[in-house]
């Protein structure tokens, strides 16, 4: 079945550096692929989605490419800020009427000042 | 910015209790979802809910479990006979019809069964 692999955490890094979270994917078919983010003591929130192949996800400074070829959505943002301090979910949701979105384990990032 | 609430945020129950985690969704929402997370787990899918009935449900989702709109904003979980392992996060999410694609949750439900 579909599923979403993540790079394991925590990560640690200092402010203003540079952030790299893997993700790859195994699904049949076209899938949507997005990036959640849950900031501590909030929900899930959509940071960023892409929705076909070479697609660039983009928002507050992070980006993610779909690559089919290589089947992964890895994120990446160049200079992380404290504030990006928090829990980052890989998710895919596969086509048709099926709505329901996979989840990777989640990478908990911790940026130090 | 409209979003997904969900009540309560923490709920301690005993084992073999029925518990009710209600969510209000994004007001011209037509899709509802309910997942969960134990922790240290993946989050995962419970049920889907469109039109007034299920649209998926996976197989976690089984007797114990039940969904209802009961009225034009509430979306509630309900659980009959709670067990240890219910114990997760449970999260509400809704999305427009389509072609939206985007889910958006609420803050989360910690259901704490002992």
């Known amino acids: 079945g579909d599923s979403v692999t993540q790079m394991e955490g925590p990560v640690t890094l200092s402010e203003e550096a540079f952030l790299t979270i893997n993700c790859t994917y195994t699904a049949t078919g076209y899938p949507s692929l997005f990036w959640y983010v849950q900031y501590p003591g909030e929900g899930l929130q959509l940071l960023l989605k892409?929705?076909?192949a070479d697609d660039k996800g983009s928002n507050k400074g992070f980006e993610a490419t779909y690559r089919k070829e290589t089947t992964s959505f890895h994120l990446e943002k160049g200079s992380v800020q404290v504030s990006d301090s928090a829990v980052y979910f890989c998710a895919l949701r596969n086509a048709g009427n099926n709505r329901k979105l996979i989840w990777g384990l989640g990478t908990s990032l911790a940026v130090n000042p | 910015e409209p979003e997904v609430t969900q009540t309560p945020s923490h709920q301690v129950t005993q084992m073999g209790q029925e518990v009710i985690l209600r969510c209000v969704p994004i007001s011209n929402h037509l899709y509802f979802y309910w997942y969960r997370q134990i922790l240290g787990q993946k989050v995962e899918f419970l049920v889907s809910f469109y039109n007034n009935e299920i649209s998926e449900k996976s197989e976690i989702f089984d007797d114990q479990f039940s969904v209802e709109r009961p009225d034009g904003s509430n979306f509630t979980l309900k659980i009959r006979s709670t067990k240890l392992e219910d114990s997760a996060m449970y999260f509400c999410?809704?999305?427009?019809?389509?072609?939206?694609?985007?889910?958006?949750f609420g803050p989360g439900t910690r259901l704490t069964v002992l």
């Open positions: 892409a929705t076909k």
């Open positions: 999410a809704s999305s427009e019809a389509p072609p939206g694609l985007t889910q958006y």
